[in-house]
Every structure is written in C-alpha cells, then in structure tokens.
C-alpha cells in the first residue's frame, strides 16, 4: 500500500488516475483507525474505483492542547489495518502540518449560518473553522469525487455539507452511520485511551439514549432531557457535559414537535478526562 507524505507526490497520483477517468472517494481521519473507520472505507470502495484515506491530526481543531498532545498517532497499525480491506485500491494521505499548512497552522473562518454555534460549537471554542479548514484542504488537494463521513459526528457531517453547498464544491458527501461496539458504545479512537472502569461503564450512554428515544414518544422534549439529566446526576463514573434534542436539519434545539421535522438527540459526556460523544435518531 502506497503511503504518501507530501500534497504534491499525491496530486500527482491522482491525476494519473483521473486522466484514466476513475473516480476518487475520500475518507478523512485523525488515524487511530478502528472498524468505524473501516466500515466507512470498504463503503467508500463499492461506490468508487480508488479511496484516499487521509490520516493528519489536525491541530487546528482541536481548543485544548492537551487533547492534541495526547491524541493517538498511530500510523502503521492504521496502514496495516486498511490493507486488509484493500492493498491496491486504497491510497493513504498521511501529510505533515507543514506540508497542509506551509507554517501557518491558522484555521480560515467560516459563516455556515448558525450550526456551528449549536451544541460542540457551544463547548469548543473555534471547532469548526479547524474542521471547516482541513477539509476544504483536503478537497482542493484530493478533488475527490465523494466524501465519506459518520454520523457520530452529525453535527460535523452537516456543517460540511452545508460547506461543500456554500463554497461550490463539487464533492458529493455521503453521511454513514454510527458503527458501535457490542455492548452499544460508539466506536471512537478515544475509546482507546479509556481507563478500563470506565470502559465498563461507557455503554451506559448509548443505553441512555436508548431509552430517551422510547421516551420521546410519549413525552416532551424538556421532560426527556430532565429525566437524562437525572440518570446522570447519580453516575459516579461518567459525567454528563450536555444532552440536547434538536431538529436534525438546523441543529436548533427543540421547542415544539413537529410531525414534518426529523429529530436527534446530541450527548456529550466525560469519561475520566475522556471525552465522549454520541447521538441518536428520535423519529
């Protein structure tokens, strides 16, 4: 498997292949590649001739540099993992900050008319220009034809839908959804770094969730949310950061139910100094 370190080796590469009319998907990651990552991949590969997976802790998303420090970089167990879905139709981007940023690591800002103000916009300060930046990046330098994105990170996956529409780019942005343990814990690449206590008790948020999707049912909004706030108030291990019910188009939280609108619930909660996020479709 190709591993190519620097834009220009690449663009190269992809030339060639677009001269020979293949089409490109993209799968960009931070690494630490887990079978989330893989599942978007091996989807990636059914719909296009080749897939570039770009592996770059971007430093620019991320408002506490502890967490960048610390952030898994694990390059060859992620190469060694993506070679046992493909050796010959997957292409790893794995650059340097300099050669994305050419030494001025400084995110451009954004206008993607509220949603990045919603919810991790709220807890991150400036998130979202980082990732607003590194995948407009990307896409200049790769030019793929399709993006491949989780829905763990939904709020992430349509602000860069609304950025592809609001830039004019012509990348097609493909939303995958979440892919989770057994026990029901969403996949995450800081799952790895989870003390083993709190792993064992990490499940407990999606069954949460769960069971707010049940209540939603028959309850409001405003009810549901107090009644996961309580079960959170008596966890000794995990701490609750936010749960919010919003309309899955705007992200604004939900003030009426609406028969016509889409809803999801948004969690985010700290295991230890771990972060964790998670979400779920209501209706």
């Known amino acids: 498997m190709e591993v190519y370190l620097e834009k220009q080796q690449i663009t190269s590469v992809i030339d060639a292949l677009k001269a020979k009319k293949l089409t490109i ?44 420090v610390k952030y898994p970089r694990t390059l ?86 609304k950025l592809v529409k609001k830039y004019n780019i012509p990348v097609k942005i493909i939303g995958c959804k979440i892919h989770r343990e057994a026990n029901g814990l969403a996949m995450s690449s800081r799952n790895t770094r989870l003390k083993p206590e709190y792993k064992a008790v ?7 969730l769960t069971t707010a999707k049940e209540k939603f049912g028959t309850k409001s909004a405003t009810k549901v949310v107090e009644w996961v706030e309580k079960q959170f108030a008596t966890h000794d291990l995990l701490d609750l950061e936010y749960i919010i019910i919003a309309d899955a188009e705007t992200l604004k939280p939900l003030k009426r139910k609406s028969n016509k609108k889409a809803y999801r619930a948004f969690i985010a909660v700290y295991a230890d100094d771990i972060r964790l996020i998670d979400n779920i479709a209501l209706n």
């Open 25 to 68: 998907g993209m799968v960009p990651t931070m690494g630490a590649l887990h079978e989330g990552h893989l599942q978007l991949v091996k989807k990636a590969l059914t719909e296009n001739d080749k897939v570039v997976v770009s592996i770059f802790v971007n430093p620019t998303q991320f408002d506490n540099n502890e967490d960048l």
């Open 76 to 161: 060859d167990s992620d190469v060694a993992l993506l070679e046992t879905v493909s050796k010959t139709d997957i292409l790893v981007y794995a650059p340097t900050v300099n050669d994305i940023y050419e030494g001025n690591a400084v995110s451009q800002e954004f206008d993607f008319d509220g949603l990045e103000f919603e919810m991790e916009g709220k807890f991150r300060n400036g998130h979202f220009d980082g990732v607003g930046t590194i995948v407009k990046r990307f896409f200049e330098i790769i030019k793929p034809n399709t993006g491949y994105f989780g829905e763990k990170d939904f709020q992430q996956l349509t602000i860069i839908k």
């Open 202 to 208: 990490a499940p407990f948020i999606y069954k949460t």
